[in-house]
């Protein structure tokens, strides 16, 4: 059995949302135009804690009113010229002085510092100052010994029978350079294995060679 309810059932104004929309569009804003009679206010500047006067604040420049009766009447308005030198008339910077072969210019801390040596260099002043403090005596040692057994007196040995400081020991060839036997000796050793290198490092050693002419 069937019952009709005459209860009328409250409507509300609320938009209804149907499943395919996911949301009403926004009604158009309209945009503010401020009106030319509000008088502007002054922004602070970018990086300061105060405003910068607007041009309407900044004093006019100095003017003068001339006395003589011809031009009475004329204002005469100076501006001065900026500060900064001209091209033609400024100081003439100390490179471009420098370049021209001027004798008074001062060098800067990189350019007054002494020059920076290299390894082989440094290496090599120090030798040849180890070199000196040697006497006489000990230099005609040294080439005695090497002359009398090339081979039992190595650079090494003389240097340690001598206290030379073994980084330093190489220096002792312009002392006591190797007799030519010796050289001779050193050479057909080094031939010998020279026979028994490989195609591979034959070839490496030779291309170094080529490679030593370019240099």
Not at 24 to 33: I, K, L, N, Q, W
Not at 94 to 112: E, F, M, P
Not at 155 to 164: D, G, P, Q, T, V
């Given at each position: 059995?069937?019952?009709l309810?005459?209860?009328?059932?409250a409507?509300?104004?609320?938009?209804?949302l149907?499943?395919t929309?996911?949301h009403h569009a926004?009604?158009?804003?309209?945009p503010h135009?401020?009106?030319?009679?509000t008088p502007?206010t002054?922004?602070?500047?970018?990086g300061?804690?105060?405003?910068?006067?607007?041009l309407?604040?900044?004093?006019?420049p100095p003017?003068?009113t001339?006395?003589d009766?011809?031009?009475?009447g004329l204002?005469?308005?100076?501006a001065?010229?900026p500060?900064?030198?001209?091209y033609?008339s400024?100081?003439?910077?100390?490179?471009l002085?420098w370049?021209?072969?001027?004798?008074d210019?001062?060098?800067s801390?990189?350019?007054?510092?002494?020059l920076?040596k290299?390894?082989?260099?440094?290496?090599a002043?120090?030798?040849?100052?180890?070199?000196?403090?040697l006497?006489?005596?000990?230099?005609?040692?040294i080439q005695?010994?090497?002359?009398?057994?090339?081979?039992k007196?190595t650079?090494k040995a003389?240097?340690e029978?001598?206290?030379?400081p073994a980084?330093?020991?190489?220096h002792?060839?312009r002392?006591a350079p190797t007799?030519?036997s010796?050289?001779?000796r050193?050479?057909a050793?080094l031939?010998v294995?020279r026979n028994?290198?490989t195609w591979?490092?034959r070839f490496?050693?030779?291309?170094?060679e080529?490679r030593?002419?370019?240099?």
């Amino acid at each position: 059995m069937l019952t009709l309810s005459t209860r009328r059932t409250a409507t509300s104004t609320a938009p209804t949302l149907h499943r395919t929309v996911l949301h009403h569009a926004r009604p158009p804003r309209r945009p503010h135009y401020p009106s030319p009679l509000t008088p502007l206010t002054v922004k602070p500047t970018a990086g300061t804690s105060r405003p910068q006067p607007s041009l309407k604040d900044t004093p006019p420049p100095p003017a003068s009113t001339l006395e003589d009766s011809s031009v009475r009447g004329l204002t005469f308005h100076y501006a001065p010229p900026p500060t900064a030198p001209s091209y033609t008339s400024g100081a003439v910077p100390d490179l471009l002085r420098w370049t021209r072969g001027a004798g008074d210019v001062r060098a800067s801390v990189q350019a007054g510092a002494p020059l920076k040596k290299s390894r082989k260099v440094r290496e090599a002043a120090e030798g040849m100052e180890s070199l000196k403090q040697l006497t006489g005596d000990v230099v005609q040692e040294i080439q005695r010994l090497r002359a009398e057994d090339p081979s039992k007196w190595t650079r090494k040995a003389l240097a340690e029978r001598f206290s030379i400081p073994a980084s330093q020991s190489h220096h002792l060839a312009r002392l006591a350079p190797t007799p030519k036997s010796q050289r001779e000796r050193l050479e057909a050793d080094l031939q010998v294995a020279r026979n028994g290198w490989t195609w591979r490092k034959r070839f490496a050693r030779d291309a170094r060679e080529v490679r030593k002419e370019f240099w």
